[in-house]
């Protein structure tokens, strides 16, 4: 078995503060969906539940996909180019997708 190949030390700075920048974001999106709800409270009908319907839904997509690419990139690190490439206009903001395009 060949020996696996360590990445530079700044690829693997950039990794980890790119892993740190998803958990971050999955947590401010679980503080969105919650905060949604009070806010829903507080706008009242008619709209009340389409607004925390449709925030609800953007941040479980959002917050699917990044943890989605968290676990590609913690199993197969060699395949996270691939599928930032596959999501990039789902995120746009993150620091890898910049990079790959």
């Not at 917050?63 to 690190?77: K, Y």
């Given at each position: ?83 930032l490439a596959r999501t990039a206009c789902g ?11």
């Amino acid at each position: 078995m060949p020996a696996l190949r360590r990445p530079p030390q700044a690829e693997r700075s950039a990794r980890a503060l790119w892993r740190v920048h998803q958990a971050v974001l999955v947590t401010l999106l679980s503080v969105l969906a919650i905060g949604s709800w009070w806010l829903a409270a507080w706008v009242g009908q008619p709209v009340r539940y389409t607004l925390f319907a449709a925030v609800l839904a953007l941040a479980v997509a959002d917050g699917t996909m990044r943890v989605h690419l968290l676990f590609v990139e913690s199993q197969t690190p060699a395949a996270i180019v691939r599928q930032l490439a596959r999501t990039a206009c789902g995120s746009r903001g993150s620091t890898w997708s910049s990079r790959s395009s």
